[in-house]
């Protein structure tokens, strides 16, 4: 070994490597079905997972550019993400501001 560090080119792309949470996302991912032109067949298995994947085609993350083939849009994906997180933010705000009166309701100092 001469101690010299050597470049490793990268596998695929950035894009592959993004983090998709649930049981649908990953397997549109690993098929590397992201693309109209790379579209799947996919089937539901359960009615959590039909009511799921319902959801992911209403807010855009899965597609369908031909009857029966869906691909996953990972631009939507991360906009109904976002989405979702603006959405905690004024709940999470309000969580804290009770915290916060109720222990000063109880401080004995």
Do not use: C, N, Q, W
């Not at 596998?11 to 992201?34: C, M, N, S």
């Not at 939507?76 to 997180?85: H, L, N, V």
């Amino acid at each position: 070994m001469s101690g010299r560090l050597t470049r490793v080119e990268p596998r695929g792309t950035v894009r592959d490597r993004y983090l998709v949470h649930g049981t649908i996302a990953p397997r549109f991912v690993e098929a590397r079905a992201v693309t109209a032109s790379d579209a799947i067949p996919f089937t539901p298995a359960a009615g959590r997972e039909a009511k799921a994947f319902a959801a992911m085609i209403a807010d855009g993350s899965i597609r369908m550019p031909a009857a029966g083939r869906f691909y996953f849009d990972m631009d939507a994906y991360e906009a109904a993400a976002a989405g979702r997180r603006a959405r905690r933010v004024p709940v999470l705000l309000v969580v804290s501001l009770l915290i916060v009166v109720v222990a000063l309701v109880f401080y004995r100092g």
